[in-house]
């Protein structure tokens, strides 16, 4: 702690030296825990909304307010200073500097360590272990670096040796497509085929590693080859766990989580050993936590409560749970009990005031993948009760989402386990890439009409800003470039001996570079790829492709579960009543005890064309709420009508196929038999 902090608990404890109180909470943020707090300690207590969502375990018994406030502090590594007579907790850059510093030596080392996988993946492995582990370790959580085999805007050149493996990987999976498609040729020639042929043969014109940081300690690279089009040719995507941990617990040494607690049996829910529920489930602890997530925080379900069934009696510590060791920690609990805490990024210590404090020895405050609790808990609720999420739900989550946003284990992992894999598909729709499209369609929300148009650029508010992915591994021609720069200074720089590259001097100060902040300032090249679109350029058109089609909310008769289905999906399960040849897995579907509401899914297309010849398109789509509900046998005739006549193909293709698999005139069951060609056909509609 700091001098002016400990100027400040000195100051806490002249004012109040007698004060001692009882205080518990099993997991609870500092923003909704700090009313509670002023109210016991009768201090003014505020903290700052950029740390508001730390969670925190408290169990304080017969204690002095100036050491309760003090061990906060410790254990969320914040800062006390004196505010508005009142008292503040905030992050200071001491704060930031230390963390980001303990976060950056640890993760180094973890990839100094690393060793590639010899029997998986190995040759992106290989790549992968040929990068600087420096440009590595220096990747935010939630954020990217991209590499490519030649310079370009905001990306990072290739090592010598691992462009050669790329080269390698990538002409080794083209020759092996080549070789497939000309043996097919072989079999079915014709000039069409020959033209797609040769086409595959060109050498690629550019070649990009995105390596990405999801979580604390795992990453994910993605190796593409691009085309002249800037489309991807060859992709491949590999997962990556270091452990840049080197903590110890030796204060919980004597904590041990009983057998029987009933907060290991909630822990096992939390961690990944537990499987998807099934699409349609009943009630659960966890889904609780879906229902209302601001209320029910997922670490006071089960983490807070195993740390109070550990402790020996009278025992006061404050543990801070952030986000990023949220699974490691539930992992580490279930099984090794509290003496496992030492591998999570935790580390416990001792006070001679005999208190334990629980603190993260791995921190990113600057880690903007954590969600608004808030504006998560409207959208979960939703999720919960409904299944689905609309467009515009998404759309008004992706404003509480700051730019690169990847759904983290909370809500992934617990929508996977309590509401199925329906909802993750959900959930999906708000993450990664879909966020981009979703700031569009907020921009573009009162303008769009519902149906596919063209919209000129100066549709989307001028200071739309947003993180960009340009593929465009050509040259765009300079004059259009520069008119779309607005008027940047273009000067002609050396290329290698292959001419002259005109180079557009961009302003770049103060715009945060994700994972390459070593490019802030510099001239780039004009390349529109891996860039921040700062402000959209003077000229260019928005392509707007809408489609809405038609799907069904199949809900459960006590409301309790619900997911949606296609009407080709539908018709495939009812034609699997009309014939046996056709196989679906209904996971309890029944025409008579579900209810089918009719409604649609509204997909749009946003394809920005600027001037240069670059383009940018993200694609969003979500799912209207059904106004009423009914069974099979009640829906409007005309959409049970064209159910049943796609059913009766389906079943009837299925049936002629297995007849002629089986050679038999008849089909199956012989003239007259079902499905078969003796006149039999399949039978009439009879609801189950």
């Not at 729709?429 to 303008?447: K, M, P, T, V």
């Not at 209810?595 to 997909?603: D, E, P, S």
Request: glycine share 10%; proline share 5%; hydrophobic share 35%.
């Amino acid at each position: 702690m700091n001098s002016r902090a400990i100027l400040l608990v000195a100051g806490l404890a002249a004012a109040f030296p007698a004060l001692a109180l009882d205080f518990e909470t099993r997991g609870e943020t500092l923003g909704s825990l700090f009313p509670k707090l002023a109210k016991e300690t009768g201090l003014t207590l505020y903290v700052n909304a950029d740390v508001a969502n730390e969670v925190v375990v408290i169990r304080a018994n017969n204690a002095d307010a100036t050491t309760l406030l003090k061990k906060i502090g410790d254990a969320t590594g914040l800062t006390w200073t004196q505010d508005s007579g009142g008292y503040r907790l905030s992050r200071s850059f001491q704060d930031d500097q230390k963390a980001g510093q303990t976060l950056y030596q640890a993760t180094l080392a973890g990839w100094q360590n690393w060793q590639p996988d010899p029997a998986r993946n190995s040759e992106v492995d290989a790549i992968v272990a040929s990068l600087p582990t420096e440009s590595l370790a220096g990747i935010g959580i939630g954020n990217r670096v991209v590499f490519a085999d030649r310079n370009n805007r905001n990306q990072i050149l290739l090592p010598t040796e691992a462009q050669s493996k790329a080269r390698n990987l990538v002409a080794a999976d083209q020759q092996r497509r080549i070789d497939a498609m000309e043996a097919m040729y072989k079999n079915r020639p014709s000039e069409q085929f020959r033209a797609i042929i040769d086409s595959q043969k060109a050498a690629p014109a550019k070649i990009i590693l995105i390596i990405r940081r999801n979580s604390l300690t795992t990453y994910s690279a993605s190796l593409q080859a691009l085309d002249a089009n800037g489309a991807a040719r060859f992709s491949y995507t590999s997962g990556y766990a270091i452990d840049p941990v080197s903590g110890s617990a030796d204060a919980l040494a004597g904590w041990k989580l009983p057998e029987n607690a009933p907060s290991r049996e909630l822990l096992k829910l939390t961690t990944g050993t537990s499987g998807p529920a099934a699409d349609r489930n009943s009630f659960s602890p966890l889904r609780e936590c879906l229902l209302d997530p601001v209320a029910h925080e997922p670490i006071a379900l089960a983490i807070g409560p195993a740390l109070f069934d550990s402790a020996p009696a009278g025992q006061n510590f404050v543990a801070c749970i952030p986000d990023e060791s949220f699974d490691r920690i539930s992992t580490a609990l279930q099984f090794q009990g509290p003496s496992g805490l030492g591998g999570t990024g935790v580390s416990a210590f001792k006070d001679g005031d005999g208190w334990v404090v629980i603190t993260p020895e791995l921190k990113s405050y600057n880690w903007d993948t954590r969600r608004d609790r808030k504006a998560l808990g409207i959208l979960a609720n939703k999720l919960a009760r409904t299944g689905i999420l609309s467009l515009d739900d998404q759309a008004d989550y992706a404003k509480s989402v700051s730019t690169w946003f990847t759904t983290n284990s909370w809500e992934y992992g617990f929508a996977r386990r309590t509401l199925g894999n329906s909802a993750v598909r959900e959930l999906g729709r708000i993450s990664g890439s879909q966020i981009e499209g979703l700031a569009i369609y907020n921009g573009l929300r009162e303008r769009l009409s519902g149906q596919s148009e063209v919209l000129p650029i100066d549709s989307l508010q001028r200071n739309f800003v947003s993180f960009t992915v340009f593929n465009s591994p050509v040259d765009p021609n300079p004059a259009p470039q520069q008119a779309a720069q607005g008027g940047s200074r273009s000067v002609p720089q050396p290329n290698g001996g292959n001419g002259v590259a005109m180079l557009t001097e961009i302003p770049v100060a103060g715009v945060q570079f994700q994972g390459a902040q070593q490019f802030r300032g510099f001239t780039q090249p004009r390349e529109r790829t891996e860039m921040y679109a700062m402000g959209l350029p003077a000229a260019g058109q928005i392509e707007v492709t809408a489609n809405n089609r038609p799907v069904f909310i199949v809900r459960s008769q006590d409301g309790s579960a619900q997911s949606t289905m296609s009407e080709g999906e539908l018709a495939y399960f009812r034609a699997s009543q009309l014939s046996s040849n056709v196989q679906y897995r209904d996971g309890g579907l029944s025409l008579t005890n579900n209810l089918f509401g009719t409604t649609r899914t509204q997909t749009y297309t946003f394809t920005i064309r600027f001037a240069d010849g670059t383009s940018f398109s993200r694609t969003v789509s979500g799912t209207l709420e059904a106004s009423s509900f009914a069974t099979y046998d009640r829906l409007p005739s005309d959409v049970t009508t064209r159910i049943e006549k796609q059913a009766q193909e389906i079943a009837t293709r299925a049936n002629s196929a297995q007849g002629r698999a089986q050679g038999a005139p008849g089909g199956r069951g012989g003239p007259g038999g079902r499905g078969g060609r003796g006149g039999g056909g399949t039978p009439p509609l009879a609801i189950p």
